[in-house]
């Protein structure tokens, strides 16, 4: 079992084995600046935990439960106005 580093700058290996995805689509959102990245001297790329925890948090499916809870609390405050 693989453990995740404490470290906020990770590598490419460590940042693919943090979003757990294959090199190419890693590779695939750096080319397309997807996912914001370091190449300090042009050379290897680095990430920060921030933004690969940003970027797989983006696209939220919510639950029908929390969907609903939103839905009531947005007509409570219109019939409130």
Same mark, same amino acid.
């Given at each position: 079992? +693989?453990?995740?580093?404490?470290?906020?700058?990770?590598?490419?290996?460590?940042?693919?084995?943090?979003? *757990?995805?294959?090199?190419?689509? %890693? !590779?695939? %959102?750096?080319?397309?600046?997807?996912?914001? !990245?370091?190449?300090?001297?042009?050379?290897?790329? !680095?990430?920060?935990?921030? *933004? %690969?925890? !940003?970027?797989?948090?983006?696209? +939220?499916?919510?639950?029908?439960?929390?969907?609903?809870?939103?839905?009531?609390?947005? %007509?409570?405050?219109?019939?409130?106005?």
């Amino acid at each position: 079992m +693989e453990t995740i580093s404490p470290k906020e700058i990770l590598s490419f290996k460590e940042a693919l084995a943090y979003l *757990d995805v294959l090199p190419s689509l %890693l !590779y695939k %959102l750096t080319s397309q600046r997807t996912i914001t !990245y370091f190449k300090p001297n042009g050379g290897k790329i !680095y990430f920060k935990k921030t *933004d %690969l925890d !940003y970027w797989m948090l983006q696209n +939220e499916s919510k639950s029908v439960n929390v969907l609903e809870e939103e839905l009531f609390n947005k %007509l409570k405050v219109r019939k409130n106005v």
